[in-house]
């Protein structure tokens, strides 16, 4: 083996281009993230605490988080749910039939 390869070639453990510093600093860019997550996830059990407490009926809950998470749907989503929305609107009491309801499903997809 001639010498200008042995120089060319990292031993083990070489930190070549910085990739021990570039794995520390995702790592913690991905632990203070986490961090951030659970900090979040505690925040909104928090306010669920807070809507039970406020006497707020199980329906407005439900009706809130319905709505949290419209806000974040796709709009390829929110365009399938509000074509089943009006199919079920236009067939009218005939959309909870067997029938009805295989026509909204259909119509949402």
Known sequence: MSKAKDDATPGAGHNVGGVDA??????????????????????????????RAARLKKEDIAGVRLAVKRHFESAEKREFRETAEEVADKLGPFASSALGAAAVERAGR
Do not use: C, Q, S
């Open 22 to 51: 570039d794995l520390a600093r995702f790592r913690d860019r991905l632990v203070n993230l986490t961090e951030i997550k659970l900090a979040t996830a505690e925040d909104i059990k928090e306010v669920g605490v807070e809507m």
